[in-house]
């Protein structure tokens, strides 16, 4: 065995937990251990049975004491003899970087960065004279961090996600003969309209319509808009070509993937965009909004899926209909999506690449040794002055707005 890694994650439905599982089923051949530890109480209540494997762990799961948590997280470190801890998002990893401070030297800490705002690169960096490396897993979060002095060259390296293997596998593909039929589109994410655009769905659908072209469209996920998108799609008078499926396993959302002609992804900021890569591995043809160095560097536009400008439903229609009424470019597309992701983003290359990553941080010297705990204080992940007045003092609906437009210039 090659060592032992805890990754902080809890099970459930999210890019946090799937990178996990799919690196752990990448990195097993290879000789690496794996856990997802879930720590404290708060975290404990994000798990969701469904998604856990016989790698994930509770700890210290009836305490939300800062202290507490960490310590207990170090001496569970400590009797599994983890050789790597892996953090992420503060949601799961907060505990974990409470903890980095006091964990044995011995002990490598390596952080993945999740989205592309200034607030997600500052939290995967802190305590940095603790951290070993930093994965970027797009081109854009790699350009951001070196460019924005969070990280130096030497510890910071791009490693994109992966798919898992039932993704690659799935069945079904539409004939190119086919008899007139709406085209299948899926949607697969969380219903968080801030972040992945969905409220845009409703008047995509009321657009299609209005050109003649014939659609359904598959919702796969849940969240906190999950209501708020089944009234606009009622009021758009397109709701009886929209089903609903929530929350699903991994097996099921490759199923539904695999029976969609195209993934519609309308998001206005993501770190990666897993599904965007599992939709277009089971055979969805992608119609995506361009976030740099996101999507338009997964999707090569007109070759592998298409690009288009955030907010150009005129676009995204034109795709979709061209789709529509044109078997060969829908099958040709798919065939050339599916090649592109075996090429750039087969678990094979992700696993070879933590692995040598890995197998370095181990024999590189320990870093600093562990601070006494009389010295512990809690990390608070503060945003600016301003985010914090604006989250304070405006309506919901007014700061995602907010949070389009920033997104938009930044893109």
């Given amino acids: 065995m090659k060592g032992t890694i805890a990754y902080c994650a809890a099970p459930r439905a999210g890019g946090v937990f799937a990178h996990y599982r799919t690196l752990r089923e990448a990195l097993t051949p290879h000789g690496w251990t794996m856990y997802a ?3 404290g109480q708060a975290i404990a209540r994000l798990w969701q049975d469904d998604f856990a494997d016989d790698g994930c762990i509770r700890i210290a799961d009836d305490t939300n004491d800062p202290e507490t948590a960490a310590r207990a997280l170090v001496d ?25 401070r006091h964990i044995p030297a011995s002990v490598r800490v390596i952080s993945r960065s999740y989205d592309t705002t200034p607030f997600s690169y500052r939290a995967v960096v802190i305590h940095p004279d603790r951290l070993s490396a930093v994965i970027a897993t797009s081109q854009r979060q790699y350009d951001d961090l070196l460019s924005g002095g969070y990280v130096d060259t030497a510890r910071l390296h791009l490693i994109p996600h992966t798919v898992r293997a039932l993704f690659l596998t799935a069945g079904h593909r539409r004939a190119e003969n086919r008899p007139p039929t709406p085209i299948r589109l899926g949607y697969a994410g969380r219903l968080k309209d801030a972040q992945k655009g969905i409220f845009l769905l409703p008047e995509l659908g009321q657009r ?17 808009d999950e209501q708020a998108l089944a009234e606009r799609f009622a009021r758009a008078g397109v709701q009886p070509y929209v089903r609903f499926h929530g929350r699903r396993s991994h097996k099921d959302v490759a199923t539904h993937m695999a029976h969609w002609d195209v993934f519609v992804m309308p998001s206005h900021h993501e770190g990666f965009g897993i599904a965007l890569i599992e939709a277009m591995a089971a055979g969805a043809v992608p119609v995506a909004h361009r976030i740099r160095g996101v999507t338009d560097w997964i999707v090569e536009s007109g070759k592998t899926g298409w690009i288009v400008e955030p907010g150009d439903l005129s ?19 798919r065939t050339s999506a599916q090649q592109a992701v075996r090429e750039r983003f087969h678990p094979d290359t992700m696993a070879q690449q933590y692995d040598a990553l890995l197998a370095g941080v181990l024999r590189e ?38 949070g389009h437009w920033t997104h938009r210039i930044s893109s």
Avoid: Q
């Avoid at 599994?80 to 980095?100: C, E």
């Avoid at 562990?370 to 204080?377: D, G, H, N």
């Fill in 37 to 39: 530890v879930s720590v």
């Fill in 76 to 100: 569970w470190c400590a009797s599994k003899n983890i050789d790597v801890l892996f953090l992420t998002a503060p949601d799961y990893s907060l505990p974990g970087w409470n903890a980095i």
């Fill in 208 to 224: 299609l319509s209005a050109r003649g072209i014939p659609w359904t469209l598959d919702v796969v996920g849940e969240g906190p």
């Fill in 315 to 333: 676009a995204m229609v034109d795709c979709i209909g061209r789709l529509c009424e044109d078997d060969n470019l829908l099958n040709t597309l």
């Fill in 365 to 402: 010297k320990p870093r600093d040794e562990p601070l006494p705990w009389t010295t512990f204080r809690p990390v608070r992940f503060r945003r600016s002055r301003m985010n914090r007045f604006i989250h304070a003092l405006v309506p919901r609906a007014l700061r995602d707005r907010i």
